[in-house]
């Protein structure tokens, strides 16, 4: 779908009072993003379909938006429906993968996460396990696409992940454009990975992808309170892995669009610090 079907989609909705003016939003792997006004009122809007080479299912992230929105960590639901997906639009600051962060963002994103994974989280949740999801990925993936060398560091990896509760709402995909800073709170965007795992899914996920040092994790960890500092070490490459292997997946799926090549050949050197 383009822009122009995504916007007479959008427009077409119900929800608005008057004339909607709706405008392309840079960012989105896997969807189409837009900022809407109308009226006085500014709304996010994003349209995707099921992908389930990634185990996205668009009518399960509605849901846990919703859960988080209660939770007063995820924006506002407006319109969930047929693949569109409408909130309220957060006026803030969203981090940027590679910037340093403030230790007070990190304390807030702590406090943050506690609040979500202390939230209620139905036990029908389509679960989430990072290991998994590598695993399948690794098998998805044609052979040649990831080197002999990348497999045995991957399945060296696997071979000592952690055992995982699956007790908690957790997001599963904290990279920094995940996250803006308003005003008031943090607020968490982005929900389509979310499902019922560990919290230390989470606070793994802000060390490798923020790049913190060994300092400000252990502020996260600390601050958190809810995670083994043991547990996050052996999550840690995990979830490099994890978002390694996503990337071949997508290119498979879409091909070399935008900044994918790029960010695909940081994964693949972030992962091979995890190496011997």
């Not at 427009?11 to 109308?38: D, S």
Request: glycine residues 8%; aromatic residues 6%; contains cysteine.
């Amino acid at each position: 779908m383009g822009d122009t079907d995504a916007i007479d989609r959008i427009r077409g909705l119900a929800v608005w009072q008057g004339a909607a003016t709706i405008e392309p939003c840079p960012g989105g792997r896997t969807n189409l993003n837009f900022r809407v006004v109308a009226g006085e009122y500014s709304f996010f809007a994003r349209l995707g379909r099921d992908l389930p080479h990634h185990g996205i299912a668009r009518s399960h992230e509605a849901r846990c938006c919703k859960l988080a929105a209660a939770a007063g960590i995820g924006p506002t639901v407006v319109v969930a429906e047929d693949g569109i997906l409408v909130t309220e639009f957060v006026a803030g600051r969203t981090l940027v993968q590679g910037e340093a962060i403030a230790d007070q963002i990190l304390i807030d994103l702590a406090d943050t996460l506690r609040r979500l994974h202390a939230a209620p989280a139905p036990r029908d949740l389509a679960p989430f396990d990072p290991a998994v999801v590598c695993r399948r990925d690794l098998d998805a993936l044609p052979a040649g696409v990831v080197s002999a060398p990348q497999r045995r560091l991957i399945e060296n990896i696997l071979a000592r992940a952690p055992r995982l509760s699956g007790r908690s709402l957790i997001h599963a995909d904290l990279i920094p454009e995940n996250v803006i800073v308003a005003s008031n709170r943090l607020v968490l965007v982005d929900w389509e990975y979310s499902g019922l795992g560990d919290p230390a899914v989470d606070v793994a996920s802000v060390i490798v992808h923020f790049g913190l040092d060994r300092r400000q994790a252990q502020l996260v960890v600390e601050r958190h309170g809810g995670v083994s500092a043991d547990t996050i070490g052996t999550l840690r490459p995990v979830l490099a892995a994890r978002e390694a292997l996503w990337c071949e997946v997508q290119l498979q799926a879409e091909g070399p669009r935008g900044d994918l090549p790029a960010y695909t050949r940081m994964c693949w050197r972030r992962l091979q610090r995890f190496g011997p």
